[in-house]
Structure formats: C-alpha cells, structure tokens
C-alpha cells in the first residue's frame, strides 16, 4: 500500500511534538523508509532509493539480506530471554569469530547494543587498567553520544557539553585538508604530528590512560591521515605505557578494501591493545562490542551483567552477516567498486568548482564542498546537493565540520553498474547545486 505526500509531513509533525529537538533529521521533508532490498530502499510514499548511505553505514552487506532473516525469525522463534546469566551458543560463536578476525593476541570480546555503549566500555577499560581518566583524543573525532563519549568526541557540532568525566587532550592528525600541516607532505606531517603529541605528552602531568582514534574520521567527513600515522603514533605512546584504542565502528569489516580493519594501516608497530566495533555487523540490528588483550578486559574486577549486550536474536544476525561477508569477499567488492566510484566522482568533480576534494578508501567515500571560486568550506552546497540527489532517487550523507561534506558508503554488495548509476545521479546533482550557488 503506498500513502499519500500529507501522511509523512503528519508523521513528522508527530515526531518533533514526541522526540527531542536535538535529534537530527535529514531532508526539508523527512523520509519515511518502509522497506528495503539489495542497495535500494523504498519510501510511504512508493518511491524508490539506491542508497549510498545504509542509515549510516549500518546495512553492511545488503538490504533484507536472506541469510539475516532467516538467522534472525530462527533466533526469534526458539528464545527471546536475553541476559549474560545464562550461557548462549550465538554469543561464544560470534566471539570466537571476532576474536580470532581481530588481530589483537589473547583477545577478549564483550558485545554491547551501540558504538557509544562500546567507546564508554573501552574508556572504562583503559582508565581502569592504567588508573588514569587521562585520555588523548583526535581534532575532528566522533566516538559517541553518552556523557563519556561525547566528553572526549573532537567535532564540536556533535559534543553538546563541555563538561566531561575525563580529562581530554586533542591531538593533531585526523584531517590536514586544511591548517598549519595542510602543505606537508605525508612523511612531514607524520613527523609534525608526533612532535605534537610528544609535546603534549611532556606537559601533562601523571601518566595518559589512551589514545582514542577513528583510522578514517566518519562524522569527521571520510577524511584519512596517511599510512603509518598510528603506527608512528604506537611507538611514543608504548614509551608511555599509554594504551591505543582504534575506534572501528565505521571501519570496521573490509570497508576500508585494503584492510579489514582501519588500523591495518598503520600495523608496524603492531595491534592496537582495544578494538570497539558497531554499526554494520548487525546489518540492522544493534550488535556492537570490545576487543581487547585478555590483560586489559580482565582489569574489571567486579561484576557486571549485561542484559541485552550479546542477546541471541543479534548474535544470529551477526553470525549469517559475517559468513555472507566472507563467503562473498565483500572486502575485495569494496576495493574494487569503491576504486572505480572514486575514480568517477574524481573525473564528475574535476569539472565543478563545488568540489574541493574527493577522498577515500574503498567503499567510504568523501566529497568536501565550497562555495563556488572560493576555499571556504559549504554547508549550504552540502544541504543542496543531498536534497537534489534525493530528488534523482539517490541517498547519500553529509558529515566533516559544520557538515559540508558528502559522505558515501552503500551496502558493500554494491555492483559495478550501480556504482555507475549512482555516480550519474551524484553528478547531476552536484550540477544542480553548483548552479543554485552561482546564481544567488
Ligand atoms: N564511533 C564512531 C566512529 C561512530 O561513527 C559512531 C556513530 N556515528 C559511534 C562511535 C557511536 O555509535 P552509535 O551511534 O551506535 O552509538
């Protein structure tokens, strides 16, 4: 059944009456999304998407993937009593897979229902283990919405306290599209950004719990330091004895197609000591969690429980989206499509003067926007090209400070052809948005 245009603007009006105001919505007129299959949802009003943004970044392999249904009506069926009192097989199973995938040596994996609940467990894990609530954190970052995460999250428009239950340091390196390291070359900006972190380490007082870090910013706008920056970053902070927390909700699971997490990177000098995971795993449902050294998740010696971190219905999801992953070598589809997509939006934007820069890795790609003729970073084209692309049938995301930059990162099944299709769609509506701006 599809509905009529006044039944969503009704369904809005009802949600800003019911739900906070800070809880943002994306378009002029919100969407409703009803179902979705493959790379392509459907709004209530019939309309059909191909979506390059997968909520965000949440459909990691496929809409309506079967394999996730049938797992998921399975679990549902047989046991919905969730809790970690009771010993449950998907939970082990789906450990044991993380486990061994993680890199990390003696690992240890504790399942939470978000990012945010997962960042705030690898907080408490690191700050108890060294007895600090020190923690280093990147310029531009986002970690998460509970008071722990968003004390330490860099970008601003997403940080709405200043107040924090840990005492953060913000550290050079996320973005160099611009500021004082915007010219160097990769090696000089990693050297210039471990004599800023070595500095910062020489003023601060009693010892540094962690460092916190995104291997490519997410809400920071898709943006990458060069290879090895954490690796170079590892060999100060284990002088230190100051433990490496890489944040792998967005980067997690191939998306990168080089590597299957975001610190591979930057492996040199070894795993980090703390992996946190979320988003895409599920793909649609909340599975996220903590990897870390037996030595550091044991650190907690009292008791805790989780009731619904870990609950079975999740873990089947989790378990028929991994094997889908693997078996498919989603990876590889993400280098290879993701390769020929950057390609193409470089060649589409090569010809706009909207686009100050496409970056990337794999299938997370980052379009940052300015005013036409000028470096000043664009809000407003960002807001008009998301709108126009949605016009065309094609969801994207915005992300970067301030929110001018596009953010690109489908389900990783995404076809040549579609890549292609949604590279036309993008290019028109980066045309319409360029033309908008010249004109005002
Ligand atoms: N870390 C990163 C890098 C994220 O992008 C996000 C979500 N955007 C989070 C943590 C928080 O995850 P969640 O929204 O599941 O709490």
Redesign the pocket.
């Known amino acids: 059944m599809t509905h009529v245009p006044h039944e969503a603007a009704h369904l809005h009006a009802r949600h800003q009456a019911v739900l906070p105001s800070w809880l943002s919505l994306y378009y002029e007129r919100p969407l409703e999304l009803t179902h979705g299959e493959g790379r392509h949802v459907w709004d209530a009003e019939g309309n059909r998407y191909l979506d390059f943004f997968g909520g965000?970044l949440t459909t990691m392999t496929a809409h309506a993937l079967p394999e996730v249904t049938k797992a998921v009506s399975e679990q549902a069926g047989r046991i919905l009593h969730t809790s970690t009192l009771y010993l449950s097989r998907p939970m082990v199973e789906l450990a044991e897979r993380i486990a061994a995938l993680s890199g990390i040596p003696d690992a240890r994996v504790f399942f939470t229902t978000?990012?945010?609940?997962?960042?705030d467990t690898a907080l408490l894990l690191a700050t108890t283990h060294r007895r600090s609530n020190q923690i280093l954190a990147m310029r531009n970052s986002?970690?998460?919405?509970s008071f722990s995460?968003v004390g330490i999250t860099g970008n601003q428009s997403w940080s709405p306290t200043s107040l924090s239950p840990l005492q953060t340091l913000y550290v050079h390196g996320g973005v160099r599209s611009r500021g004082p390291y915007a010219e160097l070359g990769d090696r000089e900006f990693i050297a210039a950004c471990v004599a800023d972190l070595e500095d910062m380490l020489q003023q601060t007082a009693g010892g540094v719990a962690a460092l916190i870090a995104?291997p490519v910013q997410?809400?920071g706008g898709f943006t990458a330091p060069p290879d090895g920056l954490y690796a170079a970053f590892r060999e100060v902070l284990a002088r230190h004895d100051i433990l490496w927390i890489s944040?792998e909700?967005?980067t997690g699971w191939g998306r990168t197609g080089d590597h299957f997490w975001g610190w591979q990177a930057h492996a040199e000098n070894g795993p980090p000591d703390l992996l946190?995971f979320?988003?895409g795993i599920g793909n649609g449902m909340s599975v996220?969690g903590v990897v870390a050294r037996a030595e550091v998740m044991n650190s907690l010696t009292a008791n805790s429980i989780s009731t619904f971190g870990g609950s079975p219905v999740t873990m089947a999801a989790g378990l028929a989206n991994l094997n889908h992953l693997l078996e498919h070598d989603l990876q590889g589809n993400a280098r290879r499509v993701g390769g020929l997509l950057i390609e193409r939006l470089r060649a589409v934007a090569a010809g706009l003067d909207i686009v100050r820069e496409v970056r990337g890795r794999g299938l997370m790609i980052g379009l940052e926007l300015v005013r036409p003729g000028t470096d000043e970073p664009s809000p407003e084209a960002a807001s008009l090209v998301l709108e126009a692309a949605r016009e065309r049938g094609l969801l994207i995301g915005k992300g970067g400070q301030g929110g001018a930059s596009l953010r690109i990162a489908p389900p990783m099944s995404l076809t040549v052809a579609e890549a292609e299709e949604g590279a036309g769609l993008l290019a028109e509506a980066l045309r319409t948005a360029q033309a908008v701006l010249a004109g005002a």
């Open positions: 965000i978000s990012g945010t609940e997962a960042n986002y970690h998460g919405r995460t995104e997410g809400v944040d909700v967005q946190t979320a988003k996220g």
